[in-house]
């Protein structure tokens, strides 16, 4: 188990890699990824580049914990491999890190000046809630899009 949200998929699929990257690339747009879904057909904003994409989920309103969808399409004899990984952006990574330091530098600071254990031990439970919202969170937001890159793939 790691301490920052990421979940890694595999999809054996009986279709050429042609064609599935095609559809992905179908409801793919290169455009922002926060915009009203004036154009229904896209799904994803992102970008495919040869066997590779990386894509998210198109939202209406904010949302830090969407999976970035990093992806690769491997041909085979009988079809292709699908090789996902969802992890949360990089700038969303970045602050849970910062946040977390933050947070146990503080723990460890105030425990020290003021001689008690309670204080770190507040900031413990403290970053361990912070990292439960990120996973639940991650979590819901992940089975959305794993759903909707399902109905696209097969």
Sequence with gaps: MTL?????????LTKPALEILGKVSSVTSSKLLLQNREAPHYLFSGWIKG?????????????????????????????????????????????????????VMIGIFTSYQYQSIIYFLFSAILLGVVHWVTWSNFKIQLKVTRQTLLEVIA
């Design 4 to 12: 920052l949200p990421e979940h890694y998929e595999t999809f054996v």
């Design 51 to 103: 066997d590779h994409f990386r894509i998210a989920i198109k939202i209406n309103r904010p949302n830090n914990y969407i999976p970035l969808v990093i992806g690769r399409v491997e041909s085979t004899s009988s079809g292709c491999i699908v090789l996902v990984k969802y992890k949360l952006f990089p700038v969303t990574k970045m602050f849970l890190i910062f946040w977390s330091f933050f947070i």
